[in-house]
Nanobody
Framework: QVQLIESGGGLVQAGGSLRLSCVAS????????MGWFGQAPGKEREFVAA???????FYADSVKGRFTISRDNAKNTVYLQMNTLKPEDTALYYC????????????????WGQGTQVTVSS
């Protein structure tokens, strides 16, 4: 059974930083692109960032220059370093895995974690 388990969310003041982690089942991590999506209350789940198994990275325009996605293949873990956080970054952040299709489209992702809450106070 494929599992994605997120951690690292919390409450932080605007301008602060958080690092999210997602541990994935070994059998998918080596070949899947891993992504992060955020869902604010009353809004759709939106693409944040993704990292392919080959090392390519992708970001939403709203987080470029502030967030960094990385993978540790030895630990089957993908990270999202979030710096200079803003109140509008407040959301439930989901880790997800995609094998084929657009990394920007949540419909392409086959596996999802349960989410970790990030709240940024002003």
């Amino acid at each position: 059974q494929v599992q994605l388990i997120e951690s690292g969310g919390g409450l932080v003041q605007a301008g602060g930083s958080l690092r999210l982690s997602c541990v994935a089942s070994e059998r998918i991590f080596s070949t899947y692109t891993m992504g992060w999506f955020g869902q604010a209350p009353g809004k759709e789940r939106e693409f944040v960032a993704a990292a392919s198994s080959g090392g390519s990275t992708f970001y939403a325009d709203s987080v470029k220059g502030r967030f960094t996605i990385s993978r540790d293949n030895a630990k089957n873990t993908v990270y999202l370093q979030m710096n200079t956080l803003k109140p509008e970054d407040t959301a439930l952040y989901y880790c997800a895995a995609v094998y084929r299709g657009s990394v920007y489209d949540r419909g392409s992702y086959a596996y999802w974690g349960q989410g970790t809450q990030v709240t940024v106070s002003s």
